[in-house]
């Protein structure tokens, strides 16, 4: 993946954040992967997540990822594309990517795990 200059690519997995119980108690999905770029300064310049989500009946059923943008994000197809492009490459392969998976690719292409593990005041 071709890193722009000075800017810095983090995930964050919900599942093994200090707060998963209390998110994911309540949530529709099974797990989250939030995708962030930042500025040198930590500045969020944009994001999205992949929620693995438990498809229930029709042809596949499964646990299954889906991509999410919100409303103030749309700019991440510009900070993202080489990731979308290595993920749907992937996904010719698995399209069933687990969590692992993806975090597994998203190292290799230079991202970095800010999962916050312990609470700390």
């Known amino acids: 993946m071709q890193k722009q200059k000075n800017l810095n690519h983090y995930f964050i997995q919900l599942s093994t954040a200090w707060y998963a119980d209390v998110v994911l108690k309540y949530a529709d999905y099974v797990d989250e992967l939030t995708l962030l770029v930042c500025d040198e300064q ?53 399209r069933r990517m687990s969590v692992d998976d993806v975090m597994r690719y998203l190292m290799d292409a230079g991202f970095v795990d800010k999962t916050v593990h312990e609470f700390k005041l």
């Open 42 to 94: 930590g500045n969020k310049k944009s994001d999205f997540v992949i929620r693995w989500k438990n498809i229930d009946g029709g042809l596949t059923p499964g646990i299954s990822p889906r991509l999410e943008v919100f409303d103030d994000a749309w700019n991440c197809f510009l900070y993202f594309d080489d990731v979308l492009k290595l993920l749907a490459k992937k996904a010719q392969i698995n």
